[in-house]
T-cell receptor, first 115, second 114 residues
Framework: DAGVIQSPRHEVTEMGQEVTLRCKPI?????LFWYRQTMMRGLELLIY????????DSGMPEDRFSAKMPNASFSTLKIQPSEPRDSAVYFC?????????????FGPGTRLTVT | GNSVTQMEGPVTLSEEAFLTINCTYT??????LFWYVQYPGEGLQLLLK?????DKGSNKGFEATYRKETTSFHLEKGSVQVSDSAVYFC?????????????FGTGTKLQVIP
C-alpha cells in the first residue's frame, strides 16, 4: 500500500482565502484523523471519523474549519477564511478498526503558510 | 479523562550513550501504549507498541515495557546513534464508548551529537 497520501505538500495563501487540504487513507482502515502541529501548541487532534462519520470534532478551533469524508477513500479539511494563525503542518492519519491494533499511520503532512 | 505525560526536552546525548525517555499515563480502562517517532520534515511513524500489562515492545534497538503498577511506558535504547535524532511521542489508545480514543504526549526532542 502507498500509505496515507496528503495533498498538497505545501500551500502558501493569503489571508482571507479558502484553503482545502486533502487526504487519502490506507485502504481498509476504519478511522481517519486530522491533526495540526505547531511549535507553540504541539500536536493537536482536530477531528476524527469512523466509517466516514465524524465522531469527535471538539478540537476544531472555530467555525472557519470544516472537515468532510464523503467516502472511505477521501477526506478534506477546509479553512474559510484562512488567517495567519492557521499556519501550521496539518497531518492526516488512518487506523484500522481492530481494537487490538489501534496504531495510527500518518501522512507526510501539508505545510500551510498564510500570509 | 486520559492523559500522557512525557519528560521535557530537548534531550542531548553523545553517540553511543544510553537513552531513557520517561512516559507516564492516566487512563480509565486498559489502554494500548505506543511510542511514535517523528524525523524532521516527516509525519509521525509507529516505533513500538504494547497492548497489555508487562508486554515489552521493541524495534530498532528501542524498548519499552508496559508497567501497569506504575502506569509507565519508558522508552530506552542502549546505544543511540546520530540518526536517532528526532522527536519521540508517547501515546495511549483505548476503546471508549465503542470508538477508538487516542491521547498523545507533548513529544520529547532527542538530539544525538557525534
Amino acid at each position: 500500500d502507498a500509505g496515507v497520501i496528503q495533498s498538497p505538500r505545501h500551500e502558501v495563501t493569503e489571508m482571507g482565502q479558502e484553503v482545502t487540504l486533502r487526504c487519502k487513507p490506507i485502504s481498509g482502515h476504519d478511522y481517519l484523523f486530522w491533526y495540526r502541529q505547531t511549535m507553540m501548541r504541539g500536536l493537536e487532534l482536530l477531528i476524527y471519523f469512523n466509517n466516514n462519520v465524524p465522531i469527535d470534532d471538539s478540537g476544531m478551533p472555530e467555525d472557519r474549519f470544516s472537515a468532510k469524508m464523503p467516502n472511505a477513500s477521501f477526506s478534506t479539511l477546509k479553512i474559510q477564511p484562512s488567517e495567519p494563525r492557521d499556519s501550521a503542518v496539518y497531518f492526516c492519519a488512518s487506523s484500522p478498526g481492530d481494537s487490538s491494533s489501534y496504531e495510527q499511520y500518518f501522512g507526510p503532512g501539508t505545510r500551510l503558510t498564510v500570509t | 479523562g486520559n492523559s500522557v505525560t512525557q519528560m521535557e526536552g530537548p534531550v542531548t546525548l553523545s553517540e553511543e550513550a544510553f537513552l531513557t525517555i520517561n512516559c507516564t499515563y492516566t487512563a480509565t480502562g486498559y489502554p494500548s501504549l505506543f511510542w511514535y517517532v517523528q524525523y524532521p520534515g516527516e509525519g509521525l511513524q509507529l516505533l513500538l507498541k504494547a497492548t497489555k500489562a508487562d508486554d515489552k515492545g521493541s524495534n530498532k534497538g528501542f524498548e519499552a515495557t508496559y508497567r501497569k503498577e506504575t502506569t509507565s511506558f519508558h522508552l530506552e535504547k542502549g546505544s543511540v546513534q546520530v540518526s536517532d535524532s528526532a522527536v519521540y511521542f508517547c501515546a495511549l489508545s483505548e476503546n471508549s464508548g465503542g470508538y477508538q480514543k487516542v491521547t498523545f504526549g507533548t513529544g520529547t526532542k532527542l538530539q544525538v551529537i557525534p
